[in-house]
């Protein structure tokens, strides 16, 4: 059984090994290599973390990253998921968005974002059931090994915050 549950320091060597194995693919961010935990602890919401467990292994996590410092951005968030590889097609990642987007509503946050590789299909596919929407194509946004690549901007609002 997947659980999902807030994510903690200690956690921080698995999520790190899921990372890089998403970086691996070349279809999951423009970032090279993953950081270490005091640089990601720094640049991601405390309360937007979440991982996914199945008998106590962590099997993928989500976390969220203001878009910006300035106040009126202050319920605007951009979404990461990450999936271990021994995880995928088994729907930890729908599993962990929709906990995702509960955890950020309970904190008041209005909208969602995620910048997308438009090779990625199954992201993409996971955030449109989720009611996210490609809101544009941001064209050679990017170069990834000397290549421009493009990625979708998806967005969702709430509901139930900031309306």
Known sequence: ???????????????KRIYEEGLSTGNATFQTSAPEWEEWDKAHIKTGRLVATENENII????????????????VAEISIYGAYTARGRGVGKKL??????????NRFWTLQAGIFPE??????????NGFRVIGKREKIGQMNGVWRDTLLLERRSKIVGI
Do not use: F, Q
Request: net charge negative; glycine share 6%.
């Open 1 to 15: 059984m997947i659980v999902i549950k807030s994510m903690e320091p200690h956690h921080w060597n698995e999520v």
């Open 60 to 75: 993928g996590w989500a976390a969220l990253t203001p878009v910006s410092d300035r106040c009126v951005y202050g319920g």
């Open 97 to 106: 968005l929709r906990s995702l987007i509960e955890s950020s509503e309970a």
């Open 120 to 129: 990625n299909i199954a992201s993409i596919k996971i955030h449109e059931a």
